[in-house]
């Protein structure tokens, strides 16, 4: 599969925060300045709408990890129980 370009993964991460903030009935933001790109893709951060505008930890969500989007279009959830860097590496372990 072709490697997608860097505003393609922004739309399918867009697609997917939509989604979880949807099921959770809130707003989502994207941190753009704290967005990664590695060699295998990028990692998009994000938090409530409240906090990117205010950067009030009080509007700070808890628990949420970055979506991570390969350079083949696929998108992962990742966890907030460990280091973004360190999930990416069991994820790309995995898929071998």
């Known amino acids: 599969?072709?490697?997608i370009t860097a505003a393609d993964a922004f739309s399918l991460a867009q697609e997917r925060l939509t989604q979880l903030a949807r099921s959770a009935n809130e707003q989502f933001e994207f941190l753009v300045d704290e967005t990664r790109e590695?060699?295998?893709g990028w990692v998009f951060f994000f938090n409530s709408v409240d906090f990117v505008?205010?950067?009030n930890p009080l509007y700070?969500?808890?628990g949420n990890g970055p979506i991570f989007v390969?350079?083949?279009g696929k998108?992962?959830?990742l966890p907030s129980t460990i280091p973004w860097e360190d999930s990416l590496r069991q994820?790309?372990?995995r898929r071998g």
């Open 53 to 55: 505008r205010t950067r």
């Open 60 to 62: 700070a969500l808890a």
């Open 75 to 77: 998108i992962l959830s």
């Open 91 to 93: 994820y790309l372990l």
């Open 70 to 72: 390969s350079l083949e």
């Open 38 to 40: 590695v060699e295998q």
């Open 1 to 3: 599969m072709p490697a």
